[in-house]
């Protein structure tokens, strides 16, 4: 693991190792896509990560933020003020009710950027031993459960479980942020085969899920297809890359 | 939980556009988190200026959102080798502009940004430009960077992704921004314009 300096705290990375992955939507027929190497956090962002960043940069406090860069009634919504996010025990939480805006103003300060839709699902498709579990029936069953029985307020990060690559806390804490949040097209509605929706998007191939039976993947999508740049939430949170 | 992922397989299991529709049909739903309809009466609107976004462009100049003056700014995102709707969403703009007297045209703006910056550069818009017959004193053709264009994509809720064949998929959303650079209006798929025509006649009296 490399560890970075920033400020006074220590942010750790893991090397995600290149390979290939499947992504949820594509052509049957496509052969799955490379991912190069990449660092990713060890851990989601956490508060105290946060606010040493609005410290720093005061135009991303709760009081100062632009309008479309978040929505103002939810953006840092738990926080007690600009500058207070909680007891001790608050700072070891994912911050989360941070927009995609935000996100990506917190990562580029750090040097860093946030993970592609692609390599966060091939990092997240890790189980506790095994690289790939994608396709592991008992560990996508075990990710229904983690989703279904999230706790509020969002766990600190170091309860996060530990995958095969050594990131902590992929599933079970909060949703994540994505840099291309909004570079998925596919409609949810069935009744798009021929229908409107065709006047709604301009793409040459035809699109389908390459597996029908990953419900985590699904919920994860159709999470992220919700999202614009501005939207806060109470479980959505992020981690970046390098 | 079986008929719940049953469920979810037939309707997530989908084709999505076997090629680039070229009817026009009904107007979509209008897509979500619309500043202009959600912001109460008086509150501060969300500027599209406030993201500091640098742009090349027909020209090779450098030049800023905020800096394309005009009352009313029609924006959409597109791409020069793109064959399908984008032809067409820049002939939705061309209705728009025509829509407009002549005697108000000066106010108005149309602003294409490229989608494919990388191919698309201000050398390569300039010719398009002109191959399409847009008027430079009005149009406003933009290079920049990925992350430019992948954050005024999402301020404008436009999705979009490169295929692995070297197009890029994308919604068809064109937007009217006024002076201060609020979203007045956005138009989701291939109508008529009209509900665009009207919102810059509103922003031009």
């Known amino acids: ?242 | 939980m079986r008929a719940a992922t049953r469920t979810l397989t037939l309707l997530a299991a989908t084709l999505v556009a076997a090629g680039c529709a070229r009817r026009e049909g009904a107007a979509a739903p209008v897509a979500h988190d619309h500043h202009a309809a959600t912001a109460a009466a008086d509150e501060p609107r969300a500027s599209l200026h406030d993201l500091d976004l640098r742009w090349r462009d027909q020209r090779g100049a450098e030049v800023t959102l905020s800096a394309i003056d005009g009352d009313a700014r029609v924006l959409a995102l597109v791409y020069t080798s793109c064959e399908a709707t984008c032809p067409l969403i820049v002939g939705s703009l061309k209705r728009i502009e025509a829509s407009v007297p002549a005697s108000k045209r000066a106010a108005l703006r149309l602003v294409l940004v490229s989608l494919d910056p990388a191919r698309d550069t201000p050398e390569r818009l300039a010719r398009w430009g002109a191959e399409s017959g847009l008027d430079p004193a009005r149009w406003t053709l933009l290079s920049g960077s990925d992350a430019a264009v992948r954050e005024l994509a999402a301020a404008l809720g436009v999705r979009y992704a490169r295929q692995p064949n070297g197009e890029t998929a994308h919604t068809n959303v064109i937007t009217v921004l006024d002076r201060d650079g609020a979203i007045a209006h956005q138009q989701t798929g291939l109508d008529a314009s009209r509900t665009s025509i009207d919102a810059v006649a509103r922003l031009l009296p």
């Open chain 1, 1 to 242: 693991m490399q560890a970075i300096m920033i400020g006074f705290f220590v942010s750790s990375m893991v090397t995600v190792p290149a390979g290939t992955f499947r992504p949820l939507y594509g052509r049957a027929s496509d052969a799955p896509l490379p991912v190069a190497a990449f660092a990713l956090d060890r851990d989601p962002v956490t508060r105290r990560d946060f606010l040493a960043f609005v410290r720093a940069q005061p135009s991303w406090r709760r009081s100062a933020v632009k309008r479309v860069h978040a929505t103002p009634a939810g953006y840092l919504a738990d926080w007690r003020d600009d500058l207070e996010a909680g007891d001790a025990d608050d700072l070891r939480r994912p911050v989360t009710n941070v927009s995609w805006f935000a996100a990506r103003a917190y990562c580029t300060a750090q040097g860093k950027r946030l993970p592609t839709i692609l390599e966060w699902e091939y990092a997240a498709a890790a189980s506790a031993t095994r690289r790939d579990a994608s396709r592991e029936p008992a560990f996508i069953q075990s990710l229904v459960t983690r989703y279904a029985s999230r706790r509020h307020p969002v766990p600190p990060v170091a309860e996060g479980e530990t995958n095969a690559y050594g990131v902590r806390g992929m599933h079970g804490l909060a949703w994540e942020w994505v840099d291309d949040f909004n570079g998925v097209l596919v409609s949810d509605d069935s009744r798009a085969v021929g229908g409107r929706d065709h006047d709604l998007f301009c793409a040459s191939a035809a699109i389908g899920a390459v597996d029908p039976t990953n419900y985590p993947a699904f919920l994860r999508h159709a999470v992220r297809a919700g999202l614009t740049g501005r939207t806060t939430l109470e479980t959505l949170g992020f981690r970046c890359a390098r």
